[in-house]
């Protein structure tokens, strides 16, 4: 997904493999990215754009080292994010977005030059032992003219990949498949392996 978690790890994986990861798609089922940093943009009746950010105005965070660390440091660098450390302790603190809480995700996105995929839905994940690939098939693919517009898959079709990071929150994987079960089941038998 292209929530918090699912940017946090496509920014992970390009600042750990670089350019040997030659190409990150993260795929999304909503119409952009944010996921509940998700920002509305709304016309008033005076023709005026107003933006209201529907997720959270701080995220909280534990210590900061590593990876976590650069990127706090690159998003603040960015103008993306204030750090506001804890007062009381010596480790977390809180993240402050600087304009639209999507933002945030976007500059991971970008920053970890990605492929997005908006309004498509995974179906199922499954090993192909043979050709050593990931198998993701879709529910769909983006509707009419945004599917063309994000390259998206088509409804019903394949695609292969060398490795797959699912970030999706249980209650979503709920609500669009009954639970992980029918997401994985396809691969229970070979996980081991994987």
């Known amino acids: 997904g292209a929530g918090l978690s699912g940017c946090v790890a496509a920014w992970c994986v390009r600042q750990t493999l670089g350019e040997k990861a030659t190409i990150i798609e993260v795929w999304d089922g909503a119409r952009g990215c944010g996921g509940r940093l998700a920002t509305q943009r709304v016309t008033t009746q005076g023709g005026e754009e107003v ?26 660098k960015a103008g993306v994010v204030q750090i ?46 043979a050709k050593q690939q990931f198998v993701v098939s879709v529910f769909g693919g983006g509707k009419g003219q945004n599917r063309r517009r994000n390259n998206n898959p088509t409804p019903g ?26 997401l994985t089941k396809p691969m229970w038998r070979r996980v081991r392996k994987i």
């Open 157 to 182: 079709k394949s695609e292969l990949f060398d490795a797959v990071v699912f970030a999706g929150s249980p209650a979503e994987v709920r609500t669009t498949h009954g639970g992980m079960q029918p």
């Open 84 to 129: 506001q450390p804890n007062s009381s302790s010596s480790e977390g603190g809180i993240l402050l977005p600087l304009g639209a809480s999507n933002e945030i995700c976007r500059w991971m996105l970008t920053n970890a030059r990605v492929r997005t995929k908006y309004e498509s839905r995974i179906k199922s994940i499954d090993f192909d032992a």
């Open 51 to 76: 933006r209201m950010n529907m997720g959270a105005s701080r995220l909280h965070y534990a210590g900061a080292d590593g990876l976590q660390k650069k990127l706090m440091d690159n998003l603040e």
